[in-house]
């Protein structure tokens, strides 16, 4: 059996910087290091990170001391402020691309342009983007959901979730260019990492007989990597981790293809590939 890795699949560089960041917080020994939320979409990172002294938490309530290590989606500007004034210390760990699209936000909502967002209403990047407008935003996640949109400005500004696919995009972007607006700013904020790492998983699906998407379940772009593999015809699982392999998977099989989402660590995609090795091995004895 050969197994072949896709090209892009491990941490993306926003995700290693917040890891990093939140690992050298805890090794200095700070007391009360928390985050709003997981830091990240990967629920083996951050069992590790809280083994560490890592709190997880939903909000700010009852907190009034400690560092608040901001999620690599960011936080609407808002919970930082409310946490500055509790005396409660920052550290922003947010993507640096996910902060250019807040800058981004930011100015079209000082020129008087209506954001349109173009991604999951409930992901927490979209969620803390809203907040950098204070004249509020339309979230789009489907071409359809544009039918009897109305607005509330002729001048609108459009923006992509980081994660959000490629080709969906354009096809969202190509209907609200229909809507009949006097003025349309479209920004490309899709991380150049989502779309190499969508192109790799496309590429490999096509050349394998199954493949294994590896990720959080919680993750928008390793579900969409799921969906794209699945897309090209080839027989796809999405699992978070090695414990949840099914060798009957390989069974006859001599190509299998692993691509990681942007939170997956290197080294669980080596405890897969060693424990399909092993698995192999077993069953031809």
Known sequence: MEIKTAKYSSFCFGVKKAVEAAERLLKKGGKDVFSIGDIIHNPSVVSALSSKGLKVCDGLNGLSKGTLIVRTHGLSPGIIDEAVSRGIKVADATCPLVKKSQGIVKALNKGKYHVIIVGNARHP????????????????????????????????????????????????????????FKEIKVYNTICSDTIKRQKAASELAKKVEVMLVVGGMMSSNTKLLADICRAAGVETHHIEGADQLDMRWFAAKEQVGIVGGASTPNYTIEEIIKKIKKGKVENRC
């Open 125 to 180: 990047e979209v969620e803390a983007l809203k907040g950098f407008a204070e004249g509020g935003v339309t979230v789009i996640g489907k071409t359809k959901e544009l039918e009897g949109c109305r607005f509330p400005s002729d001048k609108v500004g459009v923006i992509a979730q980081s994660t959000y696919g490629e080709d969906k995009y354009i096809e969202i972007v190509s209907g609200i260019m229909r809507c009949g």
